[in-house]
């Protein structure tokens, strides 16, 4: 894992330094097929923290990420770049990149679920709850925006939200962890207990009661 978030930070550092903005698309697309597995929240965060500390602006930061990461988050994140650099208000820009992660998905369903199109044209899409992809990558954006909110707006450095944005995101999986470690000694401790317990009576119970009856 630690490898993984090294090469993507350095794959990022390494295209924001040498490519102008019209030469990122090929070669951006060749680093995200060389990262083995999906990039965490978390590592899109120090990406972009990357991005900002090289001195990139906030639409081409996405840009970058979005076409890294790819997916259901990459098309929402790379809908916002261009919101932005269209002259976008920044509500408008998220809400267009929500919008996209939407149609990303329903998209992504229906080639996956290709026996069940007319039943879900009679039924209508809208009664169909959003995907675990979207959702996650609903609840990503909301992070991302909360945190580059107060550059675009008020212009301060980004560094410390998404260095927050981060540290956020480790305390809950810390205590996510935490609380299933909890709920796996319960589950554990019962099936234990039931098992001494006879033994406890055959042992101690019942030859007190033998010798309380024998006296």
Not at 18 to 32: E, F, I, M, V, Y
Not at 40 to 53: K, N, P, Q
Not at 62 to 87: F, K, P, Y
Not at 100 to 122: D, F, L, T, V, Y
Request: proline share 5%; with cysteine; hydrophobic share 45%.
């Amino acid at each position: 894992m630690n490898a993984l978030i090294s090469g993507c930070l350095v794959a990022v550092a390494w295209v924001l330094w040498r490519s102008p903005a019209q030469a990122l698309s090929g070669q951006l697309r060749a680093l995200a097929t060389s990262c083995a597995a999906k990039p965490s929240l978390g590592v899109i965060l120090e990406m972009m923290a990357v991005a900002m500390r090289e001195g990139s602006s906030i639409p081409h930061a996405l840009e970058v990420i979005g076409l890294i990461v790819g997916g259901t988050l990459g098309d929402g994140l790379c809908r916002a770049s261009r919101s932005l650099m269209l002259g976008f208000s920044w509500e408008d820009a998220w809400f267009a990149a929500s919008l996209a992660c939407q149609n990303a998905g329903e998209q992504s369903r229906q080639g996956a679920e290709p026996k069940n199109r007319h039943a879900r044209k009679r039924k209508g899409k809208d009664d169909d709850p959003p995907s675990d992809d979207v959702v996650a990558a609903l609840d990503a954006l909301s992070v991302i925006d909360g945190a580059l909110k107060s550059t675009w707006i008020r212009g301060v450095s980004p560094v410390g939200p998404l260095e927050s944005a981060v540290e956020q995101l480790d305390a809950r999986a810390r205590a996510s962890i935490e609380q299933s470690a909890q709920r796996l000694s319960v589950k554990l401790l019962l099936p234990t207990g039931l098992c001494f317990l006879p033994s406890f009576m055959l042992i101690g119970i019942i030859p007190a009661i033998g010798s309380f009856i024998g006296h």
